[in-house]
Nanobody, 124 residues
Framework: QVQLVESGGGLVQAGGSLRLSCAAS????????MGWFRQAPGKEREFVAT????????NYAHFLKGRFTISRDNANNTVHLQMNTLKPEDTAVYYC?????????????????WGPGTQVTVSS
């Protein structure tokens, strides 16, 4: 079992930045790829980014256009999502998730563990 807890969400103006973190505890000795997803009000949860165990491979949702960067610090069992040039449409609850696949990818079903989420609100 792995427990995930997100932090770093909050209220920011359009054009600003936030850095989300996801702390893992429990069975962290296993090699998980990690992903970030988000769910806006009234919408389905959608894929944002994923990273493999070593951090050498990343993949992003096409709509991000280079604004977000996923990274990980395995020594501290933490995954980050740096979000720049934020837009009001980025407002959502952001979730991190862990997958036993080499790279979790965009499908939610590939992920075994989920955090409770952190709210990000971008004002115009």
């Amino acid at each position: 079992q792995v427990q995930l807890v997100e932090s770093g969400g909050g209220l920011v103006q359009a054009g600003g930045s936030l850095r989300l973190s996801c702390a893992a505890s429990g069975r962290t000795s296993d090699r998980y790829s990690m992903g970030w997803f988000r769910q806006a009000p009234g919408k389905e949860r959608e894929f944002v980014a994923t990273i493999n165990w070593s951090g050498s491979v990343t993949n992003y949702a096409h709509f991000l256009k280079g604004r977000f960067t996923i990274s990980r610090d395995n020594a501290n069992n933490t995954v980050h999502l740096q979000m720049n040039t934020l837009k009001p449409e980025d407002t959502a609850v952001y979730y991190c998730a862990a997958s036993t696949w080499l790279l979790g990818g965009w499908q939610e079903t590939a992920y075994d563990y989920w955090g409770p989420g952190t709210q990000v609100t971008v004002s115009s």
